[in-house]
């Protein structure tokens, strides 16, 4: 998964839905965030992501409205990349100005899920953190 596919999908998610004033921004370097917006209803929410791909990280932190069903941590592995979000929402205005802490999913937590490489599809890959489901999708990238 890009990370600029995830950033597409969490700036919609986080459309304008509070009757709040809140922080609304991408945090580039200085994580920090000075523009705002009006929101109709909801609250505001403070989002951290992260894409893990090899060893390589990427962060970007969001701060805008949000529906409190939209206030969700999680994380999401699919062996050759994993991605964690971290969400938390307030009802305040401006109180989404705090950097959310990265979800903890470096501990294995015993389950497991059949992974593929190629076409050998019996590989098993450790969940750690909350990761306590398996799913099976398959991407069609058009090559014969």
Excluded: H
């Excluded at 505001?44 to 990280?57: F, K």
């Excluded at 999680?74 to 802490?101: E, H, M, W, Y």
């Excluded at 019996?122 to 099976?136: A, F, P, S, Y």
Aim: proline share 2%.
């Amino acid at each position: 998964m890009k990370p600029s596919i995830t950033l597409g999908v969490l700036f919609e998610l986080l459309s304008e839905v509070a009757a709040l004033t809140c922080y609304q921004c991408v945090a580039g370097t200085s994580q920090t965030c000075t523009n705002t917006q009006t929101c109709s209803a909801g609250s505001c929410a403070s989002m951290t992501v992260n894409a893990y791909s090899g060893d390589t990280r990427q962060e970007v932190n969001l701060w805008s409205c949000a529906s409190l069903d939209q206030c969700i941590s999680g994380s999401v592995n699919f062996g050759i990349a994993r991605s964690t979000i971290s969400t938390k929402c307030c009802k305040t205005d401006l109180c989404n100005s705090q950097k959310t802490p990265e979800v903890n999913t470096n501990t294995p937590n015993g389950k497991k899920c059949f992974t593929c490489e190629g076409d050998d599809c019996t590989k098993q890959l450790c969940c750690v953190g909350n990761e306590d489901r398996c799913i099976k999708s398959t991407i069609n990238t058009g090559m014969a």
